[in-house]
């Protein structure tokens, strides 16, 4: 896909961008090559294939799941500015 200096100028006042002639050049040159980047990766067939969430083959540890920390409830609400029924309550920022 090949952009023309009208679309990367389009591109620049929407993106509220001030450029020049140079600038948007270089600008439409840059981002032909990306399409094209694309375009080839678009022409490969990826059809047997299966999807991947890691481009290597990875399994993240786990610890076993258990408490670790001593209830601190009354503690912490001891000393906030206001609680109601063991709520936080903070100023109200949005009407």
Request: proline fraction near 3%.
């Amino acid at each position: 896909m090949s952009l023309t200096t009208a679309d990367v100028r389009k591109v620049a006042r929407l993106a509220r961008l001030a450029m020049n002639d140079a600038e948007i050049e270089t600008a439409r040159a840059q981002l032909s090559g990306i399409f094209d980047l694309i375009a080839e990766m678009q022409a490969v067939d990826t059809g047997g294939i299966a999807p991947m969430s890691h481009a290597q083959d990875v399994a993240q540890r786990l610890r076993e799941d258990k408490v670790t920390e001593t209830n601190q409830r009354e503690a912490f609400q001891a000393i906030a500015p206001q609680v109601e029924a063991g709520l936080y309550l903070v100023p109200q920022v949005i009407e």
